[in-house]
DNA sequence: GTGGTCTAGACCACC
DNA sequence: GTGGTCTAGACCACG
């Protein structure tokens, strides 16, 4: 199954979390309109959440109009949402790559000192997804 | 006085940005060593804040060993605070970097498109802080 | 419940007596690692304090990281938590000793009169606890 | 000059930790019935204090009877303060050891921990004023 | 239900 | 004047 764990450290609300697992599972491809999302209990169980809090992600999710309600079957990404979930994605990285620059510069932090923070972590998380490829083809 | 106002859209505690404002003045060298943070009352006043919320912040300061009490004088800022908060805000930085380019990753999104947002929010910044020079030498 | 009263004519913060309750209370094994310490409420009115004052101190031990929030739920006691606290009450009861005995040889008081204090209040405090153990026997 | 310094790290009130000095130089005799005592502001430069300080130290141990006003000349200790402040002296020492004691049975700790740590600080003490005295040889 | 934040205001000790 | 403690009560986010 898809959208594995949540990153343990995260502070931001559960809900949110899993919600934006979802919006990234669409932008990414591993969803696709129409595919069916695992059922709350299922995905609770599996991310050891409270069945509440998945449910109140997918009723997030619906009131943005990027799941919908099929009958007695449960709830299906929708039709449009592979763009508006890029979209979305776009702008939750602008936002904190904006964040994290701003901050730099109010507290006159180096410019050169920024950029090369960047790298850093750039390089980082390019040699865990390598390393992730790599076990993925073990 | 220094620490003028709060960004206002800000969801983060108040006391918080209170505390980080602080620890940017010291790595900023607005601050240094010796130096009195200005009195709970006046910077709660000038912030339109409870003095409670400036107490929380200066006492969180203090826990970390950036601040010290000179008794029935107020608070100064500690010996070794400006290494000690340069570093802090190095790490505040890359968190928040580190944070953003995961996000681009896990969902897949193409390295290009990250740096164009890096750039494009990197330019903006920029542009901001010329423009405050500009606006105060007009 | 755990944690019964506090020592009416202490004249430290309450927050502080009620933190180390707690420490004790872990230290003595009556809390685990794992146990949920009382909710803020509850413990607030079973102590006659304000909700606010059990709050710091839990948030104290939550800074030294002896709690641990479980979100939505509560607190908990930490992993490391025991071991921690043993070693705090240990240096707690060290500082209070060692304060004594420098007090007494700075003012230059006889060693054999502080030998004898330091029996009288062991006697004593052996003779109180025996005493509650022989009431509650009644 | 008596008195010489203050313990750096003591957390109680300085005019507190001065009037004790003081009875502490009585008990033990490098103060004796008569003598006057420094003029506040000698003392008060010496101990890198505020006057006021010092002042209101002396004003406490008048308070007590322990030293009388000299009209035009100063303070000088008054007559039958050697006993006083023996007594004073004990029964600080015992609340102190007290306190300890208290502490460590109700946090459930090894009445042979506590005899143990006792015994240790007593050790550290005397061969620190042993230090002390040898330096003072030199 | 849980903890966390913030406000308001009183009171204290210290210098 | 300074910081620190405590109370009271409102409000919010989370599960």
Redesign the interface.
């Known amino acids: 199954m898809i959208l594995l764990d949540l ?1 343990a450290g995260d502070e931001r609300p ?1 809900y949110g979390q899993i919600a ?1 697992r979802v ?3 669409v ?4 969803l696709r309109p129409g595919d069916m999302v695992p059922p709350v209990r299922d995905l609770a169980k599996q991310l050891v959440v ?1 069945p509440n809090t998945v449910a109140r992600a997918y009723r997030d999710l619906q009131t943005e109009g990027l799941l919908e309600s099929v009958r007695g079957m449960g709830l299906q990404v929708a039709e449009g949402a592979v763009d508006r979930c890029r979209r979305a ?2 702008e ?3 936002l ?14 180096e410019p050169a ?2 950029e090369a ?2 790298r ?3 390089a ?3 040699g865990q ?1 390598n390393g992730d490829a790599g076990a993925r083809h073990g």
Chains 1, 2, 3, 4 share one sequence.
């Open positions: 990153n559960i934006d919006k990234f599972a932008a990414g491809g591993a409270n994605r776009r939750m990285v602008r904190r790559l904006r964040r994290a620059i701003d901050e730099a510069r109010q507290s006159q932090m000192e920024v923070l960047f850093e972590e750039w980082r998380a390019a997804s």
